[in-house]
C-alpha cells in the first residue's frame, strides 16, 4: 500500500461547479499535511496547509479526518485557471515529506 | 513569483559532460532540499540539508553530487548521466526543521540527457 494515495482523476468540471477529492495516508502518527496545486512543467505552489480540523481559504476547503486517516480537498465555484494537479503531502516527521501522485482537475467553460 | 530562484531553466547535456545546478534563496530559510520529478509522477526526495550539513541522501547515485556553499546557496553537480535521468529538478527550502514545514518549490530545471 502507498504511504498517500489519490485518486489521479482526471476530475471533469464544469466552470462554476463544486469539487472534492480526497487523499489517504497510511502513517497515523503524521503531524500535518499541505495541499499543493502544480501545473504542467512548473514547480509546486502551496494551496493549503492543514494542522487541525480543517482550513478555509476562500473557494478552497481542506478538511482533515484523522479516524480514517484522509485529508479532502473542496474546490467551490470552479474557474478555469483552477485546472491543475493537486498534490496531497503528508509529513510524519521532518525531512522525509510523502507526496501523493496528484489529481488532475479539468475545468471546463 | 517563487523566490527561489533556480539556474538554468533548461539544460541539455550529454552523457560525458558535467553540469551544475544552482539554486538561491534569501528567505533565511535554513534547510533546503532536492528534488527530482518526472513527467506524471510526484516529486522524489534525493537531498536534504539542514543548517548547511548533508543531512539526508536517499540512496541518490554518485552521478549526482550536492553541495551547500552557504545557507543561501545550493548546488547540485552533475556528470556522467544517464537518459533516464532527465527529469524535472526541483530545489526547495523552508524555514527550519519542525514537522510542520512549509515548503517553497523553485521553478525547476528542466534535463534532458542525451
Known amino acids: 500500500r502507498k504511504e498517500v494515495e489519490q485518486d489521479p482523476g482526471p476530475f471533469n468540471v464544469p466552470e462554476g461547479a463544486t469539487v472534492a477529492f480526497n487523499c489517504t495516508y497510511s502513517?497515523?502518527?503524521?503531524?500535518?499535511f499541505f495541499w499543493y496545486r502544480q501545473d504542467c512543467r512548473k514547480e509546486p505552489k502551496l494551496l493549503m496547509s492543514?494542522?487541525?480540523s480543517g482550513n478555509e481559504d476562500g473557494r478552497f476547503t481542506a478538511q482533515l479526518n484523522r479516524a480514517s486517516q484522509y485529508i479532502s480537498l473542496l474546490i467551490r465555484d470552479s474557474k478555469l485557471s483552477d485546472s491543475a494537479t493537486y498534490l496531497c503531502?503528508?509529513?510524519?516527521?521532518?525531512?522525509?515529506?510523502?507526496f501523493g501522485a496528484g489529481t488532475q482537475v479539468v475545468v471546463t467553460p | 513569483d517563487t523566490e527561489v530562484t533556480q539556474t538554468p531553466k533548461h539544460l541539455v547535456m550529454g552523457m560525458t559532460n558535467k553540469k551544475s545546478l544552482k539554486c538561491e534563496q534569501h528567505?533565511?530559510?535554513?534547510?533546503m532540499y532536492w528534488y527530482k520529478q518526472k513527467a506524471k509522477k510526484p516529486p522524489e526526495l534525493m537531498f536534504v540539508?539542514?543548517?548547511?550539513?548533508?543531512?539526508i541522501n536517499e540512496s541518490v547515485p554518485s552521478r549526482f553530487s550536492p553541495e551547500c556553499p552557504n545557507s543561501s546557496l545550493l548546488n547540485l553537480h552533475l556528470h556522467a548521466l544517464q537518459p533516464e535521468d532527465s527529469a524535472l529538478y526541483l530545489c526547495?527550502?523552508?524555514?527550519?526543521?519542525?514537522?510542520?514545514?512549509?515548503?517553497?518549490f523553485g521553478s525547476g530545471t528542466q534535463l534532458s540527457v542525451l
Open positions: 526547495a527550502s523552508s524555514q527550519g526543521d519542525a514537522a510542520n514545514e512549509k515548503l517553497f
Open positions: 528567505m533565511g530559510h535554513r534547510a
Open positions: 540539508y539542514s543548517y548547511e550539513k548533508l543531512s
Open positions: 503531502v503528508v509529513n510524519p516527521s521532518w525531512g522525509k515529506l510523502q
Open positions: 502513517n497515523s502518527a503524521s503531524q500535518s
Open positions: 492543514v494542522y487541525s
